[in-house]
T-cell receptor, first 111, second 114 residues
Framework: RKEVEQDPGPFNVPEGATVAFNCTYS??????FFWYRQDCRKEPKLLMS???SGNEDGRFTAQLNRASQYISLLIRDSKLSDSATYLC????????????FGSGTQLTVLP | DAGVTQSPTHLIKTRGQQVTLRCSPK?????VSWYQQALGQGPQFIFQ???????QRGNFPDRFSGHQFPNYSSELNVNALLLGDSALYLC?????????????FGPGTRLTVL
């Protein structure tokens, strides 16, 4: 079983739609949680950290459920510029220095 | 303020050869991590360097080695290249080794092994 698993995608949605990505992690002692965004043939960039209480940044909302070992990202009012691959990332207990990535979910927002 | 830089951008090698990739961290950063990203996959952690020492290593063979210099720049060396080593190699820098310090990624070096 992979340490971090994501929806396989791809997701193709119209502009203005709301889209949700899910992610599960296998190590219950995982410490930190993030969503990264990676544009085609570019480097990953931090989109937002994910906190137990849930957090919001503009149109983006991230939630963490430690009991279910589940992370989500909600994007409201999708823009064409949101088209990218979204990577779920955790740090594992005992390996706090390394980021463990999911395989990513590709999002295409259509005009 | 220059971000993370990597060289070369692209590289083509043949099986059995050796390769050296280079990374300069973002200004003010002292920690460098290396990741391998195969096509269609998320990046996989190779190792992290802090204070010129390898501090943590992922599940990669000894063919993968590295170095950090006093100016915090870093090199990744891969010996005896295999076809499966073809990937995008990403360097990330941070201000300190903790996962709480945001890692900034460079544009990567795309390695093709023929």
């Amino acid at each position: 079983r992979k340490e971090v698993e994501q929806d396989p995608g791809p997701f193709n949605v119209p502009e203005g739609a709301t889209v949700a990505f899910n992610c599960t992690y296998s190590n219950s002692a995982s410490q930190s949680f993030f969503w990264y965004r990676q544009d085609c043939r570019k480097e990953p960039k931090l989109l937002m950290s994910v906190y137990s209480s849930g957090n919001e940044d503009g149109r983006f909302t991230a939630q963490l459920n430690r009991a279910s070992q589940y992370i989500s990202l909600l994007i409201r009012d999708s823009k064409l510029s949101d088209s990218a691959t979204y990577l779920c990332v955790v740090t594992l207990s005992g390996s706090a220095r390394q980021l463990t990535f999911g395989s990513g979910t590709q999002l295409t927002v259509l005009p | 303020d220059a971000g993370v830089t990597q060289s070369p951008t692209h590289l083509i090698k043949t099986r059995g050869q050796q390769v050296t990739l280079r990374c300069s961290p973002k200004s003010g950063h002292d920690t460098v991590s290396w990741y391998q990203q195969a096509l269609g996959q998320g990046p996989q952690f190779i190792f992290q360097y802090y204070e010129e020492e390898e501090r943590q290593r992922g599940n990669f063979p000894d063919r993968f080695s590295g170095h950090q210099f006093p100016n915090y720049s870093s090199e990744l060396n891969v010996n005896a290249l295999l076809l499966g080593d073809s990937a995008l190699y990403l360097c990330a820098s941070s201000a300190g080794p903790s996962s709480y310090n945001e890692q900034f990624f460079g544009p990567g070096t795309r390695l093709t092994v023929l």
